[in-house]
């Protein structure tokens, strides 16, 4: 349907907003006088392909039509969106100055956010099924460690997160594996009486490393691995290291070398492998004298107590200058000094318990069994406890739990709810078989799984307004937005108390909470998914063209962009410096691949970056692999994410049929990336879109596939060109030019920082009339230079956080009235 929007109309909104003094920053707007200039800009710059004869993208713009400006909120913010951008007018066209655009966007901006009664204030949230990433609450809950991502699918992703109500389907199937989860998290935490004895493999990923001190192993140890085990029972555990370099081509057994094994920091076994006794047995019997030698090392018994433990297997490090054979490997060798030393290679084999006296004294059975019938017998009496006390337990252990599941107050019909389970448990076996069974229908219950605001109107209601959320609903949707798992006793006691409503309170608790340790949630869950850059395994770099690449390599740069993001959010600092902080984190190995030489060893430490081309996030490996192709670079897909996540201002999408293919054709010469995408642009319709994204990724062309700088293209034989002229006419060489022109003087970055934040709070997808809200919060957390804290109170005090707004009316079937 074609829309139409008057400039009449529109210039008079303008106009009376400008002398009411509301305005999008600061009150302040152009003034009135400047309304036919305002009429002059659209005429020239829009009215061609937006006029009844041509009506691009279905919208025309002319003096006649009589329409209000606020009845078409969602079309002007979608304008204002591709005029930030530079996306409109087109590539091409005669383009308005950057001042005709800025002015044009704040007068508009003014009228949209001025007072009105039919603004809705809030929108409205479905109800919401807990997360894969939220199901790691009952590791909280519960005192275990369970990893959601091998036991639930994944979510469908929208604007890049995954807690987004309307997207949260529930199926068969994944009602199947959620019960499948519940019940393995109830076994972990009660324990069996009777152990099973269990296997479980961990596999060596770091084999590219291995004569270097890993991270998080003891100082004074060399090579090796680290993992975390669960020990389900006090008992006996037998380690298998399965490999450790001694083949038939190895020189490992030429020198000793001594292995130990480490649970939970403390040595538990320690053996020496290598010199000429082993050399010797080696020599003499070859494959069966290799296995003779392996297995000291196989079924290691090891007493452990109940608990999920760090395991580490490493080698005691040995000066190089200990003995005379290591003095010439100092520097260069023949052979490498990784072919004369043992390595974990194969992996660790764990197995156990064996001998268990039963079940154990775990954390997570001391955060469940809050009581233990059998000590509640009197004493020196060797009855077994009676079912009352059974039940009473029971009841107790129902109540605590479900009170910190169901995030709420819990009364007696809902333990009633639980006890059901426990007596179908305890029926089958023990007092512990029956509160795994309630633990499981804890967290099967709807009260846990789902959470709904109960007070929102329907549309059948006689007053279809929002709703204040009530305190515990606030509690949950807070506790969500910042921790990602359900409220602490403080929140929900303050919930229950009737104190949480106002946003003085709300405010209060959100600083409270920003500043405990699982704010770090927001890192994971909010802004490495909002920057796409949770998971670099999604782009594998060609091994023959970018050999130095290695697993090890992005996991650091994963941790290095972990890091950095928290550095600036969790520390408080204006949101603005992730794109422009000069710091950064790196351990050795990374700082080489940036060119850094002052670093040395496996540790990530803060380090100033001289070069500000690699300031910010522009800067970061984690975001130039991630905007890369496996074989090469490439511009259009940096460009559409400093667009997209940026700047706020995502591309169109490319047509289902457009050529992508950027390749030489066989029997040319290789031409630049740039060559290639200018012979692309040169087609009809493809420089509309590309006369945007390229010039910004072009910007970037100098990082190469793996965030390396590069000077040449060394397949093209010719010099990297990095300049390039935005569609405002200003012409940037690098990131740094870049950055500066993007986002200089321009609060763009935090307003789409802000929109994100807030979408991610409320669980759903912004709509035009959350907007100026946005603006306010952005407006509003200026006097505190845009930090985390300012921008989180804004968001936690607004109308759209603390109201729910009726469900929308469905759509009447063909031929009904409503």
């Not at 039509?65 to 087109?90: C, I, S, Y």
């Amino acid at each position: 349907m074609t829309r139409a929007i008057s400039f009449v109309v529109a210039v008079a909104v303008l106009a009376s907003a400008a002398l009411s003094g509301q305005g999008a920053r600061g009150g302040q707007v152009t003034p009135a006088s400047d309304a036919a200039g305002t009429k002059a800009l659209l005429d020239t710059y829009c009215a061609g392909c937006h006029s009844p004869a041509v009506k691009a993208g279905g919208l025309v713009i002319e003096a006649s039509t009589l329409a209000a400006l606020r009845e078409h909120r969602d079309v002007w913010e979608k304008a204002l969106r591709k005029l930030r951008g530079r996306q409109m007018p087109p590539p091409g066209s005669r383009q308005p100055s950057q001042a005709e655009i800025d002015g044009f966007v704040a007068w508009m901006e003014a009228a949209l956010d001025a007072p009105d009664p039919a603004l809705a204030i809030a929108g409205h949230v479905p109800m919401q099924r807990l997360t894969r990433t939220e199901f790691t609450a009952v590791n909280d809950l519960l005192a275990i460690e369970l990893d959601a991502a091998q036991l639930l699918p994944a979510e469908i992703e929208v604007h890049g997160f995954d807690n987004i109500a309307s997207a949260l389907s529930v199926s068969p199937a994944f009602l199947d594996q959620y019960v499948a989860a519940a019940r393995t998290a109830a076994r972990l935490a009660v324990g069996e009486s009777t152990p099973k004895v269990s296997v479980a493999a961990y596999q060596q990923h770091e084999s590219g490393d291995q004569p270097l001190h890993l991270d998080g192993l003891p100082l004074g140890t060399r090579g090796g691995m680290k993992f975390r085990h669960t020990f389900p029972a006090d008992g006996e555990y037998r380690f298998t290291i399965q490999d450790i370099g001694v083949d038939l081509y190895s020189r490992v057994l030429e020198t000793r070398h001594t292995l130990i094994l480490l649970v939970d920091g403390r040595e538990v076994f320690r053996q020496s492998v290598g010199g000429s006794d082993d050399l010797r047995t080696v020599d003499r019997l070859g494959a069966p004298g290799r296995a003779e030698v392996m297995k000291r090392f196989a079924d290691v018994p090891v007493q452990v107590k109940a608990g999920t433990y760090d395991v580490a297997v490493t080698f005691i490090e040995r000066a190089r200058v200990e003995s005379d054979e290591f003095i010439g490997l100092i520097v260069g060798d023949a052979f490498s000094r990784g072919d004369r030393e043992p390595r974990i290679q194969g992996g660790v084999q764990v197995v156990g318990p064996f001998n268990s006296p039963g079940v154990s004294e775990t954390p997570s059975r001391q955060r469940v069994f809050i009581c233990h019938p059998e000590r509640e017998t009197a004493p020196g009496r060797r009855s077994a406890p009676s079912a009352q006390r059974e039940a009473d337990c029971a009841r107790r252990i129902a109540a605590n739990l479900a009170r910190r599941a169901f995030r709420r107050p819990v009364n007696d019909a809902d333990v009633d709810s639980l006890m059901s389970h426990f007596g179908a448990g305890r029926k089958a076996g023990s007092f512990d078989s029956g509160i795994e069974h309630l633990v499981a229908a804890v967290l099967v219950s709807p009260d846990f799984l789902f959470r709904a605001i109960r007070t929102s109107a329907t549309p059948q209601s006689s007053s279809p307004k929002p709703v204040a959320l009530n305190d515990l609903e606030l509690a949950s949707r807070l506790s969500f937005f910042l921790w990602s798992q359900g409220p602490d006793e403080v929140l929900l006691d303050a919930a229950a108390a009737g104190k949480l409503r106002t946003p003085e309170a709300l405010r209060a608790q959100a600083l409270r909470m920003l500043s405990d340790r699982r704010a770090s949630a927001l890192v994971r869950n909010f802004a490495l998914k909002w920057l796409d850059v949770d998971n670099l395994k999604e782009v594998e770099p060609d091994p023959n063209l970018f050999p130095a690449f290695t697993d090890q390599l992005r996991r650091d740069m994963a941790a290095e962009i972990d890091q950095f993001v928290a550095s600036v959010l969790l520390e408080d600092r204006s949101v603005g410096d992730l794109l422009t902080a000069d710091h950064t984190f790196v351990n050795e190995r990374l700082a080489r691949h940036y060119g850094i030489t002052t670093v040395l060893g496996p540790q990530f430490r803060r380090v100033t970056l001289p070069d500000p081309r690699r300031h910010g996030l522009l800067g970061k490996g984690a975001v130039l692999l991630r905007t890369s192709y496996g074989d090469r670079t490439s511009p259009v897909i940096r460009g559409a994410w400093v667009m997209d996540k940026l700047m706020g201002t995502p591309p169109t999408p490319p047509p289902p049929d457009v050529e992508t293919d950027l390749s030489t054709p066989k029997g040319e010469a290789p031409k630049t990336l740039r060559a290639r995408l200018e012979s692309h642009r040169s087609k009809p319709g493809c420089n509309q879109c590309h006369g945007v994204i390229d010039p910004i990724g072009l910007a970037l062309e100098n990082f190469d596939a793996i965030g390396r700088w590069r000077d040449r293209d060394t397949d093209a034989r010719a010099a990297i060109d990095a300049k390039t002229t935005l569609p405002n006419g200003r012409a940037v060489d690098g990131p740094a030019e870049l950055r500066a022109a993007l986002f200089g003087g321009r609060d763009l970055f935090v307003r789409n920082f802000t929109e994100k934040l807030t979408m991610y709070a409320l669980g759903r997808e912004l709509e035009a009339d959350d907007m100026p809200q946005v603006r306010a919060i952005v407006r509003r957390s200026a006097v505190q230079n845009h930090t985390l804290s300012a921008i989180v109170s804004g968001i936690v005090s607004s109308d759209a956080f603390r109201y729910q707004a009726p469900p929308p009316k469905a759509a009447a079937p063909k031929g009904q009235k409503d």
